[in-house]
């Protein structure tokens, strides 16, 4: 214990030391970014290449609602010149106490360090009026599962680009560049995306939360119903009857789910309506061969079409 | 107007010129059917309008974090101005109305931007019922055993403040009340105020972040019961370099020396210290292991010569797999804990068992708990404890104990609880209880730290 407490005093000495020590590099540099949720650190990736080291906290198959604010994240975060979020209180059951015991003050909220993306994107479902939790866990500030776009991952991309061009000016012109052609694979894309998802549009379809309504507007999707009562509210057997006759009513017959729900109740309704339950990966890393920002896309619209064939 | 609407009023203008501008080319491009550029244009014009959307909105973030004297005045002239945003683009007409009213905060502020610079505000409601018997420890049929205020927000650029008050059956509590300073140099982290010390586990907890009604044999004890060590003091935390995966953190604290029936300040000298160092590893994604050894010291009440040493060691194993997390889990958790006081001789001797050899007035005392909490389902938490502790005035004398627990979750914002405690105490006197507890959640309480 003494020994142990002595050797981390010098540890902790030698670290003062190389902070005070250490010149500040001018130059370009290799800033060191964590994300949220690995969308994020994709399309920083895209954006940063290899002159930014980007890591995400959250696996992209766990619920980003309910991550555990877990003492590893701290080792990521302490460094960290730039801590990049969703935001929209999505993050807001874990994150703050990690800021907090970070003791990084470069990434505190409203520091320069501290990037909330949805102010890049376009957020839909904001709530009007006044907000009770009789609606369940509704998010005052609007759908935070906004980067299921698209076009908000382009608005994303671009506002991390002049982030990362403002914290190390240096390397402005490469991120920009890395930025127009990521925008240009992104159009290319969506293009194919788009004639895929093509003979698909106006098609109704029911999600288990409510994670789905940008990917829903992108696409020409009509969400009619969700499988929870209400967001973060498990499924109910009235509830579930409900939608059941309503499916049947409208004629639908996919049911959207994240891969961290249990499928139970979505299979039984599948069941009862002749439909299907279709996995959807809501970010990168949901698998492990998405291993980026257009991988995510091709895995989900390519299960999507094919549970549109198979329920015709 | 304000220097926001202003902006707020120009950006929309701009946009509007733009779009009007926009509108006015298609018919000579339109001729030469560039479609993909015209594609291009519009595109452009769209992520413009989602960025001013943002900038609003980061706008409006930033003049609910700065005092106005004018936030009371009717916002007129903006609304006005957006009108016509809303002609030329008329699929984003109700999202721009929906984000006049987006200052709505969790915690229910509501609109008002007069309550915008209020702190997030909760209150956490625990009711108990009891029944059973037990003669030592009675508690009421029915208690509104506490209602928890917390008020949380950021202070300045450089720090937060956090305060918990309590309203419990018999009076009003702070039960903490500190401010964080969270932007110091190498990355250390800084508390002030009143706070639960950072000894072991247990005592960090609010009530109702416990997985049980009750806390163990061994707090109550040993370690001051529900209030715990809690006192006025300070605290520096500082994460320390390890290797492997591992996350080392010490934390150093100094109280003012007055705890419960742990620690009494006879004069301004009479501090009390605490020591944590916590070490963490995960063991896979699903799994980790987190351990921590404690050290605290103090007066205690017999005096200012009469010490109180207390020491802890701590282990907890989580097991969440991470594809489904909210629907399993698994924490086993123990803490042992050591307590060394020196007392006046004659009051060892006072009980029913007087020692064969009294060590003069040197109390020995040690306890522990180790529980088992597993989640079943989104909503169903099962879980057990087993309870056992000597008494901190006379270590030879030993209580024991056990409790099963069934935990469900209606919403995440509220929680019913059902416990069964056996407790024998060392009198001779075995207590039959069981427990259900309600707790529920208003407004935005801040999350705790792991």
Redesign the interface.
């Known amino acids: 214990?003494i020994l142990?407490?002595k050797s981390?005093f010098f540890?902790?000495a030698t670290?003062?030391c190389v902070?005070l020590v250490a010149p500040p590099s001018a130059t370009a540099k290799t800033l060191r970014v964590i994300t949220t949720l690995t969308d994020l650190a994709a399309l920083t990736h895209e954006v940063g290449g290899d002159k930014v080291d980007v890591e995400a906290l959250a696996?992209g198959?766990?619920?980003p609602h309910?991550?555990?604010?877990?003492?590893?994240f701290?080792?990521k975060l302490?460094h960290a010149d730039l801590l990049i979020s969703v935001g929209l209180?999505l993050e807001?059951?874990?994150l703050?106490?990690l800021?907090?015991?970070?003791?990084?003050?470069n990434i505190?909220?409203?520091?320069q360090g501290f990037l909330d993306a949805?102010?890049?994107?376009?957020?839909?479902e904001?709530?009007?009026?006044?907000?009770?939790?009789a609606e369940?866990?509704v998010h005052?500030?609007?759908n935070p599962h906004y980067w299921l776009d698209p076009?908000?991952a382009?608005?994303i991309a671009?506002?991390i680009a002049t982030k990362l061009a403002d914290m190390d000016p240096a390397d402005r012109a490469y991120f920009q560049q890395r930025e127009q052609d990521f925008e240009k694979r992104l159009a290319e894309a969506d293009k194919k995306w788009q004639a895929q998802m093509a003979p698909y549009r106006g098609r109704k379809i029911v999600t288990y939360h409510r994670s789905w309504p940008n990917f829903a507007k992108h696409f020409g999707l009509d969400v009619i119903g969700y499988i929870e009562p209400r967001p973060?509210?498990?499924p109910t057997p009235s509830h579930t009857i409900e939608l059941v006759n309503l499916m049947k009513r409208e004629n639908t017959k996919i049911e959207l789910i994240e891969?961290?729900?249990?499928a139970k109740t979505p299979e039984s309704i599948a069941s009862m309506t002749g439909g299907k339950v279709v996995v959807m990966m809501p970010s990168v890393g949901g698998k492990p061969e998405i291993t980026d920002y257009f991988k995510l896309f091709d895995y989900d619209i390519e299960i999507l079409t094919q549970a549109f064939q198979q329920t015709r | 107007m304000r220097p926001s609407q202003m902006l707020f009023a120009f950006m929309v203008v701009l946009t509007c010129a733009a779009a009007a501008q926009q509108t006015a080319n298609v018919p000579a491009t339109g001729s030469n059917t560039d479609v993909s550029a015209l594609e291009q244009k519009i595109?452009d014009l769209?992520?413009r309008l989602?960025?001013l959307?943002?900038?609003v909105?980061?706008l409006k973030a930033q003049k609910t974090?700065m005092p106005s004297e004018d936030t009371a005045s009717p916002p007129t002239p903006s609304s006005t101005a957006v009108t016509p945003a809303q002609v030329t683009m008329p699929q984003e007409a109700g999202?721009s109305?929906?984000?006049a009213?987006?200052n709505?905060?969790?915690g229910?502020a509501?609109g008002a931007a007069a309550k915008a610079l209020n702190p997030d505000i909760s209150v956490i409601g625990d009711f108990i019922a009891g029944a059973g018997h037990n003669p030592l420890n009675p508690t009421p049929a029915f208690q509104m055993h506490e209602s928890e205020v917390g008020l949380q927000a950021?202070v300045d650029?450089?720090a937060?403040a956090d305060f918990f008050i309590s309203f419990g059956e018999t009076g009003v509590n702070v039960e903490e009340g500190f401010i964080?300073f969270?932007?110091?140099?190498?990355?250390?982290?800084a508390k002030a105020g009143k706070m639960r010390a950072a000894f072991g586990k247990v005592n960090t907890f609010h009530n109702h972040v416990m997985p049980w009604v009750d806390r163990p044999l061994v707090s109550q004890n040993l370690v001051g019961g529900e209030d715990g060590i809690n006192d006025a003091g300070f605290s520096v935390?500082?994460?320390?370099?390890?290797p492997g995966?591992w996350?080392?953190?010490?934390t150093g604290q100094a109280f003012r020396g007055d705890s419960a029936d742990v620690y009494t300040s006879s004069n301004k000298n009479d501090l009390s210290v605490v020591g944590h160092?916590?070490g963490?590893?995960?063991l896979t994604?699903d799994s980790?292991l987190?351990l921590g050894?404690s050290y605290s010291r103090g007066h205690n009440l017999f005096g200012g010569d009469f010490i109180t040493n207390l020491y802890g060691v701590d282990a907890t194993y989580?097991w969440?797999p991470?594809?489904?997390?909210?629907?399993k889990s698994f924490v086993a958790r123990s803490e042992f804990i050591w307590r060394q006081q020196n007392q006046p001789s004659l009051l060892t001797c006072q009980s029913i068992t007087c020692p064969v050899d009294p060590a003069a007035g040197f109390q020995r005392a040690f306890g522990f708990y180790a529980s088992g909490d597993f989640q079943f389902a989104?909503?169903w938490f099962v879980g057990g404890r087993v309870d056992r502790s000597d008494r901190a005035f006379n270590s030879h004398l030993n209580d024991k104990g056990g409790s099963v627990v069934l935990t469900y979750w209606p919403?995440?914002?509220a929680q019913i609880r059902g416990q069964y405690r056996f407790t024998r105490y060392a009198d001779r006197i075995n207590a039959h209880e069981a427990f259900i507890q309600l707790q529920f959640a208003l407004g935005?309480h801040?999350?705790?730290?792991?």
């Not at chain 2, 801040?446 to 792991?450: K, L, M, T, Y």
């Open positions: 214990m142990a407490s981390s540890a902790l670290c003062l902070v696996k198959y766990q619920d309910f991550v555990d604010p877990k003492p590893s701290l080792l302490r209180d807001i059951g874990w703050p106490p800021i907090t015991q970070s003791g990084n003050g505190q909220p409203a520091s949805s102010q890049f994107a376009e957020i839909l904001i709530p009007q009026g006044a907000v009770t939790r369940g866990d005052p500030l609007g076009d908000n382009r608005r671009k506002g973060g509210i498990p891969p961290y729900f249990d | 595109r769209e992520d989602v960025m959307e943002g900038q909105r980061q974090s999202r109305t929906a984000s009213g987006d709505v905060r969790l229910g509501g950021i650029p450089y937060r964080t969270t932007a110091l140099p190498s990355g250390f982290v935390e500082h994460i320390i370099p390890a995966k996350f080392l953190d010490f160092l916590r963490y590893r995960d994604d980790n987190d050894v989580r969440k991470l594809r489904r997390s909210i629907y989104r909503r919403s995440e914002f935005a801040g999350a705790h730290p792991f």
